[in-house]
């Protein structure tokens, strides 16, 4: 079993920035990749990007593509979504996972955090 604490999230101003935390701890040896995903009021739960968790490679959803970061610091088995420029259209509950594969399919994933709320105004 994994188990995984999202934090950093709050309200923030269009443009503004904010990062998020996503602690895991237990069984994190057979973790290869965490993703985050976010889900917005009357919406379905959409991929924002991932981490390999052992060799870095990265990638993003077109939409938080040049604006948000993901990395990891394996010493504390934590990953970090740095989110800039933020939008309104950010708002929402975001998520951290953990899974298997490097992928974007949700299905994939089997561990998930709790979610922390973003809410950018404009």
């Known amino acids: 079993q994994v188990q995984l604490v999202e934090s950093g999230g709050g309200l923030v101003q269009a443009g503004g920035a904010l990062r998020l935390s996503c602690a895991a701890s237990?069984?994190?040896?057979?973790?290869?990749?965490m993703g985050w995903f976010r889900q917005a009021p009357g919406k379905e739960r959409e991929f924002v990007g991932a981490?390999?968790?052992?060799?870095?490679?990265?990638y993003y959803a077109d939409s938080v593509k040049g604006r948000f970061t993901i990395s990891r610091d394996n010493t504390k088995d934590t990953v970090f979504l740095q989110m800039n420029s933020l939008k309104p259209e950010d708002t929402a509950v975001y998520f951290c996972?953990?899974?298997?594969?490097?992928?974007?399919?949700?299905?994939?994933?089997?561990?998930w955090g709790q979610g922390t709320q973003v809410t950018v105004s404009s």
């Open positions: 981490i390999s968790w052992t060799n870095g490679p990265t």
């Open positions: 996972a953990a899974g298997s594969v490097l992928t974007s399919t949700r299905a994939a994933y089997t561990y």
């Open positions: 237990g069984s994190t040896f057979t973790i290869n990749a």
